[in-house]
């Protein structure tokens, strides 16, 4: 329980603006000033990036920093432009939200637009003090990339995969990540994956120089990941992630150029729990990971293209967090929960999905969905080019694929089950719903049939070296004894469960 207190504190602050340090300013006839009324704004939302070393490209720190740049803060900040935070208010309440109130917004438009008084320096607050070290106290592991890679000055995005091998000898579980790019102004985001099965490595050894591009490494785990302002945190109430021993990490790192090479050699600090947790994180894709399925084919020039999604929820679980996946030209994001007794409640709304901005977002407190909720989401694609994301000038017909000018999209939730006996049950039938319309009816049978039909030595079990590796993930998620192997009992379960 000692989570218990920041939570009240950040409810305390989400209920009163005035509480988090952000005065709102007087009438209209009062002069709004730097020192009382805009610092509070811009030391508490803004500093925290626009500092040195860190992802903006140049300091709000003091009077003359903000007021060189006066127009344009209020330009980014009436846009919702800045600081970056992609749900809307009022569609879900998450922790460490970024985004300023009206009142905010409204005291800096004032402040600009009267003139931009710096009123009495002694008033002006302190700047927040910023941990230097680790946010979380020293990590249990500390691990480093063991060559630099070298960012060019300018030129396109840069997504490029880093093998880390970690070297345990004995099973993990992880509480929490916390990463240290060396070179903070081009690392946009950073996902990282777990590979025990050397594929990760074989790329590397292809790829000259440090890490290996693309998208198509097919992990066989993941701890989450990063992105620029996320605040690397503990799991909530106990909860931690698998980390089988002789995995490797694999980043997944997305660099913007910044203007001025550089050369990036992440740090990573890994934390681990005691012991296993109590309770499973489960994660689930709404549309499912399969997108091919799901057919994103948009038609150069559509400015209007929808995907929907439904899936009904199978068992109680709870909701802990939420992130958006999706490319260039996906433009909105709404996820919804509809509740067996018809009642309804937003999950996620992000109005102008921003590619660069990929973040995850954890509940205040967790969402209860009893079996039978429904989740909607809907993706809509923008593909005409009044689109300024749009990677094709003149537009061009844009499918499903794993490139970052491909399409796919999908809301992806974190949840944690109710009642433990229902995790096998539950991943099967979120992973079987691809499985469903070619095969018949009933998706989670489906998959169970193309699991066991991996079986090749014939002993009634399917070991991880034998499923294909795009299930690897899958089945150690069913495989409840945690032996490696979904056995003929395991298996004899999910069957009656699904039949
Ligand atoms: C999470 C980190 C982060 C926070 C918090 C943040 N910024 Fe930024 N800001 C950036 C980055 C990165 C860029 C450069 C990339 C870009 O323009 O998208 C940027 C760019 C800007 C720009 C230039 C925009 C342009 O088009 O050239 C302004 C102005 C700005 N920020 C103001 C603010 C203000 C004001 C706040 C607080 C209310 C704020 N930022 C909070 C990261 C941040």
Not at 22 to 50: K, L, M, R, Y
Not at 162 to 187: I, Q
Not at 279 to 303: C, H, K, N
Not at 328 to 357: H, Q, V
Request: hydrophobic share 40%; glycine share 10%; net charge negative.
């Amino acid at each position: 329980m000692t989570h218990r207190l920041p939570r009240l504190v950040a409810l305390l602050a989400l209920a009163s603006p005035a509480l988090a340090g952000s005065p709102v300013a007087g009438s209209e006839t009062t002069p709004v000033t730097f020192a009382e009324h805009v610092a509070p704004i811009v030391f508490q939302n803004c500093a925290s990036c626009h500092r040195p070393g860190e992802a903006a490209p140049f300091p709000l720190l003091d009077y003359g920093d903000v007021k060189k740049r006066g127009r344009m803060i209020q330009l980014v900040t009436q846009t919702r432009y800045m600081p970056p935070w992609q749900p809307e208010p009022g569609f879900g309440e998450f922790r460490d939200s970024h985004y300023l109130t009206t009142d905010e917004v409204e005291t800096i438009r004032r402040w600009v637009e009267g003139g931009m008084e710096e009123g009495d320096p002694a008033k002006t607050p302190e700047l927040p003090e910023f941990t230097s070290g680790w946010q979380l106290g020293d990590p249990d592991l500390v691990v480093k990339m063991d060559a630099a890679y070298s960012v060019p000055a300018d030129g396109p995005d840069i997504y490029r995969n880093f093998v880390l091998p970690l070297g345990l000898d004995e099973d993990k579980w992880v509480t929490a990540v916390e990463v240290r790019p060396s070179a903070r102004p081009v690392v946009h985001h950073v996902l990282y994956f777990l590979d025990d099965s050397g594929r990760a490595r074989k790329l590397d050894e292809r790829d000259a120089g440090p890490g290996f591009d693309g998208f198509v490494f097919q992990a066989t785990g993941n701890l989450g990941g990063w992105a620029v302002g996320g605040t690397a945190r503990h799991l909530p109430d106990g909860l931690a992630m698998p980390l089988p021993k002789g995995a490797d990490l694999v980043l997944q790192t997305h660099f913007h150029p910044s203007g001025k090479a550089e050369r990036e050699e992440t740090t990573l600090g890994i934390y681990f729990a005691d012991a296993p947790p109590e309770r499973t994180l489960m994660e689930f894709q709404v549309p499912p990971e399969y997108g091919s399925y799901w057919g994103i084919d948009i038609p150069a020039g559509e400015a209007h293209y929808p995907v929907t999604d439904s899936f009904e929820i199978p068992v109680d679980i709870q909701l802990i967090n939420v992130g958006g996946h999706a490319h260039y030209i996906c433009s909105k994001m709404i996820g919804r929960a509809t509740y067996p007794d018809g009642r309804s409640e937003p999950l996620l709304y992000i109005d102008d999905w921003d590619f660069n901005w990929q973040g995850w977002y954890e509940y205040e407190e967790p969402i209860f969905l009893p079996a039978g909720t429904i989740v909607d989401v809907e993706l809509i694609y923008d593909n005409s080019d009044m689109n300024p994301r749009n990677p094709f000038s003149p537009p061009r017909r844009i499918a499903w694929g794993l490139e970052s000018t491909d399409e796919m999209g999908s809301l992806i939730f974190d949840a944690v089950p109710v009642n433990e006996d229902d995790v096998a049950w539950f991943h099967l039938v979120s992973a079987g719903r691809p499985f469903r319309s070619y095969e018949g009816d009933n998706g989670a049978l489906n998959l169970l049939r193309r699991i066991q039909s991996m079986d090749r030595d014939g002993d009634g079990g399917v070991s991880r070296t034998e499923v294909a590796p795009y299930l690897v993930q899958l089945l150690d998620a069913l495989d409840r004894e945690k032996d490696g192997i979904l056995s003929a009992v395991e298996i004899a379960a999910l069957e009656a469960r699904a039949n």
